[in-house]
């Protein structure tokens, strides 16, 4: 959980917050939101990783055997794990159809405003931004709500077009300056103070020998498109971010429809294999235990490291395995919906099959 959780972290760059003067506690908060969207994808495996830990000990110190020895039967001595993962599977289903979707519409939410209301998210400190086509941008840090020691290289100037080269065609830089979010065109405003410009040689933006132009500037306003940036603000929510109630609305309104379009069969399709991604995905838990029991018992490693790599390996085809399936999800005459159950199929059948050979 802990590795997801900061791996959501690292790629929205929620330690940026930290630097942009926001509170511990608010830093906190966000984090706990992905908390759900952990549990949904690392509860599996840890329940596979805790089968082969316990059980494969028991193999190895031949305690499976003494058990078997005194009249136990397979199917007693592992029956309370089935027990615990139909519990967990239980557990799984409320978190993927509930829990989940709503902790990250809320984490979304909570993103977009707060960049939003404080820009400076955008920028960290001491890193050559490139988002933004035709500039390169670099902040020294933050003073309060304001950004120091602030760099932008361009390519272009305001009456030219971006050098097809990416050369550098002016430079500017400033001390400090205040920066803030235009809604309705998705920009950043940048109103920078004593701003130093350099305007290099149009035909050799290289020579500095030749037409250099530096000069100061006593006002003037940058503006920066997100959407250049490919980042939009407003929280557009995925079939994954509903709840099963939602979800099963919004397939029955798309049922309903006389004439639909292909737009609304696509999304009609997407959420019925969203509702079976979710119902598939908590009984992964099962099936997880389903395949660890046996394998566990067979291999007998008592190896803490062994046993975690077989789970990570396991796990890791799983998910490869679910991922390579979504993909015929716009695909009607795969039948995505019941395509998404066979990775749960597969370690179901291949671990009975070894469980019954075992026995």
Known sequence: MFILMTGNAM?????????????????LELFSLLLPYAIKYALPPALLMGILLGLGRLSADSEITAMRAV???????????????????????????????????????????????NPLFFFEPGTFIRDFPGYILYVGGFDGENLRDFWVWSTTTSDEKPDENQRIRQTMRFDSGKITYEPGTNTLILEPRNLRVEINDKEDPENFQGAYHPGVAASTVLRFSLDARGQNLNVRRKPSMMTRDELIKRRDALDALSNPT???????????????????????????????????IRTGRKETMVNVAIALGLALGYYVLTILLELAGNKPGLKPELLIWLPNTLFVLSGLYALRRLG
Do not use: H
Request: hydrophobic share 45%; proline share 4%; with cysteine.
């Open 11 to 27: 790629r929205d760059r929620l330690l940026g917050f930290l630097e942009a003067r926001f509170s511990p506690t608010f830093f």
């Open 262 to 296: 292909e737009e609304d069969q696509r999304k009609l399709l997407e959420t019925r294999v969203q509702l079976q991604s979710n119902a598939s995905m908590a009984c992964s838990v099962i099936a997880f235990a389903a395949i660890g029991i046996p394998l566990a």
């Open 71 to 117: 009249g136990m039967s397979l199917g007693k001595i592992v029956a309370p794990i089935f027990c615990i993962s139909l519990l967990l599977a239980t557990i799984c289903f409320y978190i993927n159809s509930w829990a989940a979707p709503r902790a990250r519409t809320g984490y979304k939410e909570k993103l977009a405003k707060t960049a939003t209301e």
